[in-house]
């Protein structure tokens, strides 16, 4: 079964929760890079107000328990990339 979150800031402006629809990258740095910017689409869709996002953001930028679930999100989001593109073989 496939599913598709039809969230967006417009309706000009869909969010793709894996941009280009593909995980596959050229390069280890082009899957993190891809990491990062799919947790934050992760913020996006689940904050989809920009205004709170930017209120929270001093609030959990000095709380170092939220640093680190963020730093392990992207690291989860890295090693499905990895594998994706067989990074580790």
Do not use: H
């Amino acid at each position: 079964m496939r599913y598709k979150i039809a969230m967006s800031d417009t309706a000009a402006d869909p969010i793709q929760l894996v941009p280009g629809n593909s995980l596959i990258t050229e390069t280890p740095e082009e899957g993190r890079a891809l990491a990062v910017k799919m947790s934050r689409l992760i913020i996006k869709l689940t904050q989809p107000d920009a205004e709170v996002r930017e209120k929270l953001r001093p609030i959990y930028a000095e709380d170092s328990a939220v640093l680190a679930a963020i730093g392990l999100t992207v690291a989860t989001e890295f090693a499905t990339i990895a594998a994706a593109n067989n990074y580790w073989r």
